[in-house]
């Protein structure tokens, strides 16, 4: 079996490769360091690797020269060298050390499909139905999910959030030709501007689901440029007299002097539809909803598509903490412990129940909780909780504080999976960050 040896301190990006490449008939090496990874290299003579330019105990460079010295593996091996940013400089210096290929992260897995072909292995149709990256689907049509805003309550741009990312709430979904936005925070202007390079003067027509009005959720409206193109239609979809509040909202921002151009001065075709049914159709993708504990009027949406269902639930207070004020702060609650959960969880935890991806708000840990109570955001150790009580796949942490630094979040995310692990769950946990693209493979059956 042809051989891929990753080289990458991301433990969570290793363990998504290794189901991807054992469907398509391809074998996993990893290590943590480069040392290690020549090591493996030379043992094993792997078709490909991919090494993080970063990679410590022997980086990215370093590696490169070595493995070029060894005659038994020198020509034999494609080498990808792999860097958080798009530097002229280093790719020039990972070329002349002796690299194939430089790309930059995140990398989305799909990709990584060109490099195996040059390599005659034809894609394998696998049996997980989900995965952080896959090629083209083997039935039905192919399903994207892309972070563009991960951030709560304000954008938070710096050198402590670039990993993660500063924008506020926005998640692209894909369904073939179906494009669905959830929430218009500042990370709609980045989604606007590559929808722009990609379609041309090609005409759009883009679906905007709202879950509610504060600021963080909306403020990326004004900013999104295809909403200025006539040839474009935008459907904004939302709650609670969306056709007469939505808009006011969405205009009063707009409104001289806080905006140059007011939203009625918008060229493109848009169009707000008020929602009355919690049971719903986006042309062909079905999508159910759930009012939130959180202030104001506040949806979680869960869509339904061919590669399995993704419940999104930016902002939400959850009432386990809320109302019996649990905090042990080390485990969530017990699985046979169901009784002591509020009605009000026990409902939210059946309309997740089973999702193949969950985006729920995460905002706080325990301790940072206790001096939030009431704020309407939840912590990570009910949503880890929640996530296992409804036997979800796979947990983005989403809506970040804006004072937390990616060391803190990537802390967060150690914690929830040593909370995971102690309960022996598969359930794969990881923060949402920009950029971040999850493949989901169509399924044979799609719920009903």
């Given amino acids: 079996m042809k051989k891929v040896l990753v080289i990458d301190g991301d433990q969570a990006f290793r363990s998504q490769l290794a189901p991807w490449l054992d469907e398509r008939g391809w074998s996993l090496v990893d290590a943590s360091d480069g040392q290690g990874g020549v090591e493996l290299a030379l043992q094993h003579k792997p078709e490909i690797v991919l090494c993080d330019l970063l990679t410590p105990r022997c980086n990215g460079l370093q590696f490169c020269r070595d493995i070029r010295s060894h005659d038994e593996i020198k020509s034999g091996?494609?080498?990808?060298?792999?860097?958080?940013?798009?530097?002229?400089?280093?790719?020039?210096?990972?070329?002349?050390?002796?690299a194939d290929e430089y790309m930059v992260k995140p990398i989305p897995i799909q990709a990584l499909d060109k490099f195996l072909a040059r390599f005659d292995t034809p894609p394998q149709q696998g049996q997980s139905n989900i995965a952080a990256g896959n090629g083209s689907a083997p039935s039905g049509e192919e399903v994207r999910l892309r972070f563009w805003g991960v951030r709560g309550s304000i954008p938070s741009p710096g050198p402590?959030?670039?990993?993660?990312?500063?924008?506020?709430?926005?998640?692209?979904?894909?369904?073939?030709?179906?494009i669905i936005v959830l929430d218009a925070g500042s990370g709609l202007r980045r989604l606007g501007l590559a929808l722009v390079e990609e379609f041309k003067d090609r005409p759009m027509q883009l679906n905007l689901l709202i879950t509610h009005t504060h600021w963080d959720h909306i403020q990326?409206?004004?900013?999104?440029?295809?909403?200025?193109?006539?040839?474009?239609?935008?459907?904004?979809y939302g709650f609670e007299g969306a056709s007469q509040g939505l808009q006011n909202t969405l205009s009063s921002q707009m409104e001289s002097p806080y905006f140059p151009i007011s939203m009625q001065q918008m060229p493109g075709h848009i169009a707000i539809r008020e929602l009355h049914d919690l049971n719903f159709n986006i042309n062909k993708v079905p999508v159910r909803a759930q009012f939130l504990n959180h202030p104001g009027i506040c949806t979680g949406y869960r869509l339904q598509t061919p590669g399995g269902s993704i419940a999104y639930l930016p902002d939400i207070?959850?009432?386990?903490?809320?109302?019996?004020?649990?905090?042990?702060?080390?485990?969530?609650v017990p699985h046979d412990k169901k009784e002591t959960t509020p009605p009000e969880d026990r409902e939210l935890i059946d309309f997740i129940r089973d999702a193949d991806?969950?985006?729920?708000?995460?905002?706080?840990?325990?301790?940072?909780y206790e001096k939030h109570i009431g704020w309407g955001h939840s912590c990570v150790e009910d949503s880890v909780a929640f996530a296992l009580h409804a036997n979800v796949k796979r947990l983005f942490l989403f809506h970040h504080d804006p004072d937390h630094t990616d060391e803190q979040i990537s802390r967060m995310v150690a914690r929830a999976r040593q909370m995971a692990a102690r309960r022996q769950s598969s359930l794969i946990i990881e923060a949402a960050r920009e950029g971040y693209e999850l493949i989901l493979t169509p399924k044979a059956k799609t719920e009903a």
């Fill in 160 to 178: 402590e959030t670039v990993f993660y990312g500063g924008n506020t709430s926005c998640v692209e979904v894909r369904v073939g030709s179906d």
């Fill in 77 to 98: 091996s494609l080498i990808i060298i792999a860097t958080g940013n798009g530097n002229a400089t280093d790719k020039v210096n990972a070329l002349e050390a002796g």
């Fill in 317 to 332: 207070e959850l009432y386990q903490r809320l109302r019996l004020r649990w905090n042990t702060g080390t485990d969530p």
């Fill in 220 to 236: 990326g409206f004004p900013f999104f440029l295809p909403a200025y193109n006539p040839k474009n239609n935008v459907t904004i």
């Fill in 357 to 368: 991806v969950l985006i729920l708000d995460s905002q706080y840990d325990a301790a940072e």
